[in-house]
């Protein structure tokens, strides 16, 4: 399987929670379901299920294992076949696949073995992603039944990508493109970024999901921050977070979404910079996820990918 990328949400929230003290008052929560699954062309769905708990005060990667949702039924509809997902997790695979995993949800192998991460997928190819299909998602977990439906955009890639140094430094900056919106107004989109031979996989920056609402039909330059990534924890690279720096490999992952999806993501972002926490407390986010007492976001990806080298 190529590499994929997934933003693994309470995961992502209970690193936050490491690097800062909060102290802060946490209304009671009601138990959930929190799917985050995904699929691209060519690649099998993957889904992650968790349990939505506050995530200030101590935590660690052992208080991350108790959110895992083992033992669900999965099943994935493309509307001519179903294929039922099975559970895999680091402790059950040989270390030569671990980097596979690493690819797929960001962490070194350590920490896959550490927490022993799971997730459920199927190797069914007939279940694989396609652009122009609906895939219809069905979870069964903790006497909770759950439903979504998503459709994989046909892609629309980039014109061109460069790196282009910030303003105030020689040495780091930030990742520039062009984009030809088509001239069909509800296009949506989701940029992720990695770079070769640092990262384990792609990351996505706050800001990551936008629409043509504005730009419908033209051609516009943008840049994107580097995301953090679990390598920013160690103090020697603290002056370069949220850059990319000279002599980096930029590898930018450019999908395309549809509306739900883009509304997810776009008020998913919002709520974890205003709150930190969006599965805390009651939200505005606009999930995808149908069925009492489940949230999360079931997303189909258009993909295309680009590289430059930052010179």
Not at 69 to 79: E, L, R, T
Not at 292 to 301: Q, R, V
Request: glycine letters at 8%; hydrophobic letters at 35%; a negative charge.
């Amino acid at each position: 399987m190529k590499k994929l990328a997934y933003i693994i949400l309470p995961l992502v929230l209970l690193l936050q929670s490491c690097v800062r003290d909060a102290n802060i008052e946490i209304p009671g929560t009601v138990d959930k379901v929190v799917v985050e699954g995904s699929i691209e062309p060519g690649q099998p769905p993957i889904i992650f299920l968790t349990r939505n708990k506050p995530y200030f005060g101590t935590s660690n990667f052992a208080s991350f294992n108790d959110l895992l949702i083992h033992d669900a039924y999965i099943s994935v509809s493309n509307g001519t076949h179903t294929s039922v997902l099975t559970e895999i997790c680091a402790s059950s695979l040989p270390d030569s696949l671990l980097p596979l995993l690493s690819g797929i949800t960001g962490l070194d192998s350590a920490t896959l073995k550490n927490i022993d991460f799971c997730l459920y997928t199927t190797f069914d190819p007939l279940i694989f992603g396609e652009e122009g299909k609906t895939y219809n998602l069905y979870v069964n977990a903790e006497s909770k039944t759950l439903t979504a439906k998503t459709k994989i955009p046909y892609h629309v890639s980039l014109d061109s990508i460069w790196y282009k140094n910030d303003a105030s430094y020689t040495d780091r900056g930030f990742c520039w493109a062009r984009l030809k919106d088509p001239d069909t107004l509800g296009n949506s989109y989701r940029w992720f970024a990695m770079r070769k031979g640092q990262d384990y996989s792609f990351y996505c920056p706050i800001g990551s999901a936008f629409e043509d609402k504005f730009i419908n039909g033209t051609s516009f330059e943008f840049a994107y921050n580097r995301a953090k990534s679990p390598g920013d924890d160690d103090p020697a690279v603290e002056d370069y977070r949220g850059y990319f720096r000279i002599g980096d490999t930029i590898i930018v992952k450019f999908t395309s979404i549809d509306p739900d999806v883009y509304q997810f993501w776009r008020t998913y972002e919002t709520q974890v910079v205003n709150n930190g926490n969006p599965f805390a407390a009651p939200t505005p986010i606009k999930s995808n996820i149908q069925g009492e007492g489940g949230l999360g976001i079931w997303s189909g990806y258009g993909v295309s990918f680009d590289t430059t080298v930052a010179k």
